[in-house]
């Protein structure tokens, strides 16, 4: 059974740094391309940024150059390094995972940022 299970987030002034935490069980870790998505009441949820088993890295350009994603696989851990925050960074952010076919979502952690 996959499981992703979130922790960080909460609430900064604007400027500020969150880090999120994802801890994965259920799939082989290292092999799997991880992600960041966030969402907003009443909209789609988008991609931010990406990780893939070799470590490459993409993000969406709102947030290159503030947004760190990373993994750790001895630990099976995603993380995502939020820096400069400013209001429109205000989400729930999710961590995901791809296998056989199924997405497979953490719980969510809020991320407000106030100005």
């Known amino acids: 059974q996959v499981r992703l299970v979130q922790s960080g987030g909460g609430t900064v002034q604007s400027g500020g740094s969150l880090r999120l935490s994802c801890a994965a069980s259920g799939i082989n870790f290292k092999i799997h391309p991880m992600a960041w998505y966030r969402q907003t009441p009443g909209k789609e949820r988008q991609l931010v940024a990406t990780i893939a088993s070799d470590g490459s890295t993409n993000y969406t350009d709102s947030v290159k150059g503030r947004f760190t994603i990373s993994r750790d696989n001895v630990r099976n851990r995603l993380f995502l390094q939020m820096d400069n925050l400013n209001p429109e960074d205000t989400a729930d952010y999710y961590c995901?995972?791809?296998?056989?076919?199924?997405?497979?979502w953490g719980q969510g952690t809020p991320v407000t940022v106030s100005s």
């Open positions: 995901s995972t791809r296998r056989q076919g199924t997405t497979f």
